[in-house]
C-alpha cells in the first residue's frame, strides 16, 4: 500500500498526539510549529519538523504543501491563523483537511473556508482521530486506560464469509472481538463459528501495543 502524506500544523498536546500517533502507524508525517521548542520535543517522533510560521503562504509552498494528501490543522487559540493557515493549504490543493476548532462558531466558519473535518478537542481524542484517519477500515478507537483500548473496524475482505476460528485473530493478534455489530442487532461475546458478514462492525479489544501492531498489519494490507 501506497503511504499517505500527512501534514501537521500546529503542536499543542492535541496536534502532537496526532502526529506522534499516525508516525506510529507507518505514515509519513511532516510537523510544522513556530515554537523551535515544540518542534524539538517531537523530532524524533515524525517523519520530518520544522520550524516557522504556517501563515507565511510562500514558506508553505517551498515545502510542497500541495503533494500531500492530508492536512490537519491544529493552531492553539488563535483562531485567525488557524483560518488562514486552512483556507491556505486548501488553495494549494490539499486533498483532504481536518481543521480544530474552539468554538461552534470556530468550527462553522472552518467548513465555510473548505475544511473537511472540524474536530472539537473536547469531543475528540488527538489518537482516536489519527487512527481513523490512517486507516478507512478502523471506525474508532478508544484508550479505555493507559494499557488497554478497543477498536470498532470493518472486517478486511479476507474475513468476509470466514468464522471467527478461521480467521484466529487472539492467536495471530492478541487481541479479542468481544461483540459484533449487525444489520439489526449487537451480538455479544459472538462464538467461535459466527461467520463474518460485510455488513458487519466488529468491535476488538486489546492493550493498546497489541492494537496498535494490528492497525498498522491493517494499514500494509489494504
Not at 492536512?71 to 493549504?89: D, E, H, P, R, Y
Not at 493507559?146 to 468464522?163: T, V
Request: a negative charge.
Amino acid at each position: 500500500m501506497k503511504k499517505k502524506q500527512f501534514i501537521t500544523i500546529g503542536l499543542g498536546r492535541f496536534g502532537a498526539s496526532i502526529a506522534k500517533t499516525i508516525y506510529s502507524l507507518g505514515q509519513d508525517v511532516l510537523v510544522i510549529d513556530i515554537s523551535e521548542d515544540k518542534i524539538q520535543e517531537i523530532v524524533d517522533n515524525v517523519t520530518h519538523a520544522v520550524q516557522m510560521d504556517a501563515t507565511d503562504e510562500n514558506a508553505l509552498k517551498c515545502l510542497g504543501v500541495s503533494n500531500f494528501d492530508v492536512a490537519i490543522v491544529t493552531i492553539g487559540s488563535n483562531i485567525q491563523a488557524s483560518t488562514m493557515v486552512t483556507l491556505l493549504v486548501k488553495e494549494m490543493g490539499v486533498k483532504y483537511i481536518v481543521a480544530k476548532a474552539t468554538s461552534d462558531l470556530h468550527a462553522k466558519i472552518l467548513y465555510k473556508i473548505g475544511a473537511d473535518k472540524v474536530i472539537l478537542p473536547e469531543q475528540d481524542m488527538g489518537i482516536r482521530v489519527a487512527h481513523n484517519l490512517v486507516s478507512s477500515n478502523i471506525l474508532d478507537h478508544i484508550e479505555l486506560s493507559s494499557d488497554y483500548g478497543m477498536i470498532e473496524l470493518e472486517p478486511p475482505y479476507e474475513w468476509i464469509n470466514k468464522s471467527l476460528r478461521d480467521i484466529k485473530i487472539r492467536g495471530k493478534y492478541g487481541i479479542n472481538i468481544v461483540a459484533i455489530k449487525g444489520d439489526k442487532n449487537v451480538n455479544i461475546s459472538p462464538s467461535a463459528d459466527y461467520i463474518i458478514k460485510n455488513t458487519d462492525i466488529l468491535v476488538a479489544l486489546g492493550s493498546n501495543e497489541d492494537l496498535s501492531k494490528f492497525e498498522s498489519i491493517i494499514v500494509e494490507n489494504k
